[in-house]
């Protein structure tokens, strides 16, 4: 398995753009995952789905954020209009979850986002 | 406070030193998990663990539930040990990660 893959690597913008992520998780893991790493904050938690269903979007900043995963095996991450303070590190992760078990996660290598 | 906390911040190492990075939470957990970003940034999940011990290779990852409190020890370290250690506790009851700061270890030659 190639593991988890995003898409852009690198991505600068300028303020005022819309920006979309993109994540292609392991292929039968049934939980996603879209974390932002930031050198004031550390890794936090943006948004989980399971199923395809989004769980937990507490972390989700603002409404300028939202993110999608229309079947299994691809999810988007949009951020509209964009901010000079979104610029971070976009990390999504996979995992496979059958009832309360967890095996573990696999990150994805993220996306470095600079809106200028 | 922070629901993880990690110790030390930073930490430098001759190498074959024997390093120890610590971990406390404070809420109640299903599994913690120690990750390693290397400076390129990808992200590596090295242990999940919910009781007692595991190792892999150099690397040992032990918890103690009761105290609330997990350590990754590294023996023999190397230079290529250098990177950044983050601590991460999945809550009871949740599929998300908390994470700590993370330690950052450099071993130098």
């Known amino acids: 398995d190639a593991g988890v893959i995003q898409s852009p690597r690198h991505e600068v913008t300028e303020m005022g753009q819309e920006v979309t992520l993109r994540c292609k998780p392991i292929?039968?893991?049934?939980?996603l995952f879209w974390y932002r790493q930031t050198m004031m904050r550390g890794l936090e938690l943006l948004i989980y789905?399971?199923?395809?269903?989004?769980?937990?979007d507490s972390g989700m900043p603002e409404d300028r954020f939202s993110a999608k995963m229309p079947n299994a095996s691809f999810s988007t991450l949009k951020i509209q209009p964009s901010e000079p303070r979104d610029s971070a590190v976009y990390f999504c992760?996979?995992?496979?979850?059958?009832?309360?078990?967890?095996?573990?996660?696999?990150f994805g290598s993220g996306t470095r986002l600079t809106v200028v | 406070k922070n629901e993880v906390e990690q110790s030390p911040q930073n930490l430098t190492a001759q190498e074959g030193e024997f390093i120890t990075i610590n971990c406390s939470y404070s809420v109640g957990i299903s599994a913690l998990h120690w990750l390693q970003q290397h400076p390129g940034g990808g992200i590596v999940s090295l242990f999940m663990l919910s009781s007692g011990k595991k190792k892999h290779g150099r690397l040992i990852a032990t918890i103690n539930i009761q105290e609330k409190h997990s350590s990754l020890h590294i023996t023999a370290s190397h230079p290529r040990d250098s990177a950044v250690y983050i601590c991460a506790v999945r809550a009871g009851g949740s599929e998300k990660l908390v994470f700590g700061k993370g330690t950052k270890l450099t071993v130098n030659p």
């Open positions: 292929s039968g893991h049934n939980s």
């Open positions: 992760a996979s995992s496979l979850n059958p009832g309360q078990l967890n095996y573990g996660y696999t």
């Open positions: 789905f399971n199923n395809n269903v989004p769980i937990d």
